[in-house]
């Protein structure tokens, strides 16, 4: 059974930094799209970061671009999301996904894990 583990959430105040995890188990996940997906409070679900497995490439949302940074480590199955100069608009549950089906920035994505909280203070 695929499941998906993040890990790595927290209080922090703003201008910090955190480091989430996302352990992959049930299949090896190094040829697949992985991504991180956030959830504000009272929110929808909104497109954070993509690695995209064969062209080696990372996107990432403008919101987050040059404070966030998406890497996998594939001995490990897990990909990490290094989060710095946080704000509280920050604020989200976030997510990991696996295998998208649609587009990268979509939430369509085959495998969800369960989400962690960050909270960031002002």
């Known amino acids: 059974q695929v499941q998906l583990v993040e890990s790595g959430g927290g209080l922090v105040q703003a201008g910090g930094s955190l480091r989430l995890s996302c352990a992959a188990s049930?299949?090896?996940?190094?040829?697949?799209?992985m991504a991180w997906f956030r959830q504000p409070p009272g929110k929808e679900r909104e497109f954070v970061a993509a690695?995209?497995?064969?062209?080696?490439?990372?996107y990432y949302s403008s919101s987050v671009k040059g404070r966030f940074t998406v890497s996998r480590d594939n001995a490990k199955n897990t990909v990490y999301l290094q989060m710095s100069s946080l704000k509280p608009e920050d604020t989200a549950v976030y997510y990991c996904?696996?295998?998208?089906?649609?587009?990268?920035?979509?939430?369509?994505?085959?495998?969800w894990g369960q989400g962690t909280q960050v909270t960031v203070s002002s």
């Open positions: 690695l995209i497995s064969g062209a080696r490439s990372t």
């Open positions: 996904a696996a295998h998208n089906i649609g587009t990268y920035y979509s939430a369509t994505y085959l495998h």
């Open positions: 049930g299949r090896t996940f190094s040829s697949v799209n």
